[in-house]
Structures are given as C-alpha cells and as structure tokens.
C-alpha cells in the first residue's frame, strides 16, 4: 500500500510544511483562532499537555524500540550491525515521528479553528471548505465531507487501538502472568472504554485535560529512567546528533524513503502505518488541537503542534538506548533484538527488563500504554460525537449519550478487529481513507494562497 500512496503522502507532508511555516512566519501568524477579545482556555503547560497526547499515539509504544532494532540490524541499504547502520536506525525512526507526522494535523486544525470560532460554524471538518462552497457547505457536500470523517476516524482509532492492546496484555501477562488470549483483550478494550467514557462524559476541562496532564508526567518519567539508568552521557549525545542528521538530511530520505524500501517485510508496512494511517486520523487530530487552542495565535498553534509532541517523544530515550543494546551486542542472534523484530509488543518491556526494577519501569510503562490507550479513545469519541450532532453553540461539545456511543462502538469495532485478524484490512482502509481529507487540505491552503 505505501509503494502506491507513499509518494502521495509524502510530497503532501512536505508541502504542508513549508505552507504551515509561511503562514505561521507571516503577518497571519498573530491571528487568533477566535476573536481578536479571546483568550485561551487552557493554561499553557495544560494546552501543551493535551497536543502531545493528541499528537503521540500508542503506536509510539509499541514500535519505539522493535524500529530502531530492526533499522539497524536489517538497514535498507548498506550492512546490518554497523555504526552507520545505528545512525541510519535513529535517522529513519525519527523521520517517522517527526515533522512529517505531525504537520498532517496542522493545516486541517488551522482552518478548523479559525472558521468554526471566527464564523461561528460547527467544529466538522465540513467548516475547513467554507471558503470554497461557503454556506452549500450545510448541504450535500458537507454532510458527504462528514460522513467519510466519520468513517475515517473510527477505522483510524480502531486500528491504532487494535495495535495498543495487543501490548496491555503483553504487559501484563509480563507483570501478573495473565494469559496473551482474546478473553484478556476483551477485558482491556472493557477496562479502556469504561475509563474512556468517564473521561469523555467528564468534558475536556476534566476528563481529557487531566488524563493528559497524567499521561506526559509518566512518558516523561519514562524518558528520564531510561537516560539515567543507562549510558546517559552516550544517549543525550546520540540523541542529538540524529536530530542533527535528521534535519541536515530530511528531504533526502523523503526521496529515499519509498526507493530503498523493499517490497513487504516490516519497513513497508511501518511505512504504510506512519504515512498512511496518520493520514487518515487527520479527521480526528485536526479538530482536536483546533477545540482546545481558541483564543491562540496560528503562530503558537504551528509551533505548539509540531514542536512540543516531537520534543517529548516518549520513545526517544528509549530508541537511543535499544540502538545502544544492538550496537553492544556480540552476535546477530542476540534474544533481545530477536524479540524485538519477531514481536515488536514484547520489544519496550524487553528494553526496560535490561534496566534494574524492571517490575516498577514495566508498571509504569503499562500505566502509560492505557493512558495513551484511553486518551485515544476519549478524544476519538468526543470528536466523532461532535460530527454527529446539530450543536447550537460552537463552544459546547455533543451531548454524553453520544458520547458514550462512540466510546462502545470504537471498543466494539477493536474488539471485532481483533477477533477477525482484520488489522491488516482495516490499515489500508485508513490509508484510503487518508486521500480525500488531504484533497480538503490541499483545497484549503490553495484557497489561502
């Protein structure tokens, strides 16, 4: 799927780019998303909190070390367990989290807030065409846009969903000796959407804004356990100078990310997940950022959606650190990197178990997962009952029963997912589905110009 669309996806990112760039470096960067009076909502550590939980999913967990791993013991080009290799690992997983992810949220939420606050119209993303149709946006056209964002964001949520519990019951299986079966999975996606709907129903000033909050205190945690229980002095080093690499080198790989690729194996199927299915999430990570950044300037909602997620990738520490255990390994065959590429659930809590307190980082880390679990999911349902009701002030949210209906049918649509195998089907879906929300961009920023 990615040797089709790939090129699509990756010529829209960087068009993106360079368009949320300009807009945000030009005189239209002071205006607000709202009117000119407003002023946010959220406190700035609050706001930051909740786009790097709506920015960073549970896909992050559950590839941050089975990528680099892989990357550096199979490279696409040259040979395997090599420095070059581990520079190249790093380069290619972060080019994967980095700007070309997050900037598919941008444009949309852009619009999103602006027209929805400034015109007083529905947070949908039907509002992000009011400057082509203009009011036929309330008639077929519209309701078609809506319908197919519906559509979109749930595929898109229970495909990401489908991956992070497959890893909550690898942990704890690995933390209580609980069975890897589809009675464990269904008891979590259970769990998940209970909380979920609690967070939901609680509105986003309580429910989503605290879980968020929560989330990034562990992620962080997280980050700061592994660069000091490991070579910290190796890993901060590390992690610069891929960075570094990485923004010397980001237009090169967008060229050499689809011709070095082999045809299937996991690198294309990373691929078609990191280009493919972000892409159709932007129905759900656009509105998002858009509902909790009213009263910001599009100069801080640029820079709040592209640099604050990608500056506290949780994973970051942790795939320095798994590329250090492969570099440091004698043989190919080595149980960790094994692990890793055969199960890529199994590959965080593998990192941690070479760290002491392995039963309290692997805690932690399950913690994490759920919250990222049931942060998706809240945001999932709130953004979808928003699509689907009539809302008379654009400062509400849609009513709780709604709310709470989207919360089971995610659950439901994973679990089916899960009992079908269908995760597969359900991503090249999402990759489709990913094509006419970035039509509705493309629309939108030509409009602009």
């Known amino acids: 799927m990615s040797k089709t669309f790939g090129w699509y996806y990756l010529l829209a990112a960087t068009l993106y780019i360079v368009f949320v760039v300009c807009i945000a470096c030009s005189r239209f960067g002071s205006v607000k998303l709202g009117p000119e009076q407003s002023k946010p909502e959220f406190s700035l550590l609050s706001w930051a909190a909740m786009l790097f939980a709506a920015g960073i999913g549970i896909d992050l967990m559950f590839f941050s070390v089975a990528e680099p791993v892989t990357q550096y013991m199979q490279p696409p080009e040259g040979a395997g367990q090599t420095i070059e290799a581990a520079r190249q690992a790093m380069v290619w997983t972060l080019f994967h989290y980095g700007l070309n992810r997050l900037v598919n949220v941008c444009p949309e939420g852009m619009a999103l807030g602006y027209f929805s606050y400034r015109y007083n119209l529905p947070l949908t993303i039907r509002s992000a065409l009011y400057p082509i149709f203009g009011k036929r946006i309330n008639g077929p056209i519209g309701h078609s846009v809506d319908i197919a964002a519906v559509i979109g964001t749930i595929f898109?949520?229970?495909?990401?969903?489908?991956?992070?519990?497959?890893q909550l019951n690898y942990g704890l299986s690995v933390l209580f000796d609980i069975p890897d079966s589809l009675a464990a999975k269904a008891a979590l996606i259970a769990l998940s959407v209970i909380i979920a709907t609690i967070s939901v129903t609680s509105g986003v000033d309580k429910g989503?804004?605290?879980?968020?909050?929560?989330n990034v205190a562990l992620a962080l945690g997280l980050i700061l356990f592994v660069l000091f229980m490991g070579d910290t002095s190796f890993l901060l080093n590390a992690f610069s100078a891929q960075r570094r690499r990485l923004r010397q080198s980001l237009y090169g790989?967008?060229?050499?990310?689809?011709?070095?690729?082999?045809?299937?194996?996991?690198?294309?199927?990373?691929d078609a997940l990191f280009l493919g299915v972000v892409g159709g999430l932007v129905a759900?990570?656009?509105?998002?950022?858009?509902?909790?950044?009213?009263?910001?300037?599009?100069?801080?909602?640029?820079?709040?959606?592209l640099i604050i997620p990608f500056t506290f990738t949780p994973g970051?520490?942790?795939?320095?650190?798994?590329?250090?255990?492969?570099?440091?390994?004698?043989?190919?065959?080595?149980?960790?990197?094994?692990?890793?590429?055969?199960?890529?659930?199994?590959?965080?809590?593998?990192?941690?178990?070479?760290?002491?307190?392995?039963?309290?980082?692997?805690?932690?880390?399950t913690i994490t997962g759920l919250l990222f679990y049931v942060t998706s999911a809240d945001s999932g349902a709130l953004v979808l009952g928003n699509f689907t009701s009539k809302l008379k002030d654009i400062n509400s949210d849609a009513p709780n029963w709604l709310r709470i209906f989207w919360s089971v049918a995610i659950g439901l649509l994973t679990l089916g997912m899960l009992m079908t195998n269908g995760i597969s089907a359900l991503q090249n879906t999402t990759v489709i589905m990913g094509l006419?929300?970035?039509?509705?961009?493309f629309f939108v920023m030509g409009r602009t110009v």
């Open 156 to 166: 898109g949520i229970a495909t990401t969903l489908g991956i992070g519990v497959v």
């Open 208 to 214: 989503i804004r605290v879980l968020s909050e929560l």
């Open 253 to 270: 790989h967008d060229a050499e990310q689809l011709r070095l690729r082999p045809a299937g194996g996991m690198d294309e199927q990373l």
């Open 284 to 305: 759900v990570c656009g509105p998002v950022p858009a509902r909790i950044s009213r009263g910001r300037t599009i100069r801080q909602f640029v820079m709040g959606t």
């Open 316 to 365: 970051c520490g942790c795939r320095c650190s798994a590329t250090a255990r492969c570099m440091r390994s004698s043989t190919a065959t080595r149980p960790f990197a094994q692990e890793a590429m055969a199960h890529p659930e199994r590959g965080f809590y593998s990192l941690l178990a070479q760290y002491p307190a392995f039963t309290f980082s692997a805690s932690v880390a």
């Open 436 to 441: 006419p929300f970035s039509f509705v961009i």
